[in-house]
């Protein structure tokens, strides 16, 4: 009597987006397998680019914007009713010199907090 059972064939499918993909490991490299050339961390594989260093001017052109921001909203009358030109323009410089401080300690301490998270060390300054 002739042999009815044939081995079975592995068929080459496409994946359920119709791309037909090549045979052998699809997934995850093996735990043995050497490292790709080129991988450094989250940002070869398209993470975050470090932050820069807090700088004054930074932080000014910040409180600059704000401030622009704020003497534009009081003239259109967004806060109530609209303000005199003079009152909007000492409460733009008011905020300007408020926030210029508070925008470079927020971006010192984004930018600490960055670099101890990254495990490098904070440039030379004050620690806390």
Do not use: C
Not at 50 to 60: D, E, G, M, N, Q
Not at 69 to 84: H, P
């Amino acid at each position: 009597m002739a042999q009815t059972k044939r081995k079975r064939r592995t068929k080459h499918r496409g994946n359920a987006a119709g791309t037909v993909e090549a045979r052998g490991r699809t997934g995850r490299p093996s735990p043995n397998a050497p490292a790709r050339p080129g991988a450094k961390g989250a940002a070869a594989k398209g993470g975050r680019p470090p932050l820069k260093p807090a700088t004054l001017r930074r932080a000014a052109i910040k409180a600059a914007g704000f401030a622009v921001l704020l003497f534009v909203l009081t003239q259109v009358g967004i806060f109530g009713k609209n303000q005199t030109i003079g009152s909007s323009v000492i409460l733009a410089v008011m905020s300007f010199l408020l926030y210029t401080p508070l925008v470079f300690a927020t971006d010192r301490w984004a930018y600490t907090r960055d670099q101890r998270r990254r495990g490098a060390t904070a440039p030379a300054g004050k620690r806390r």
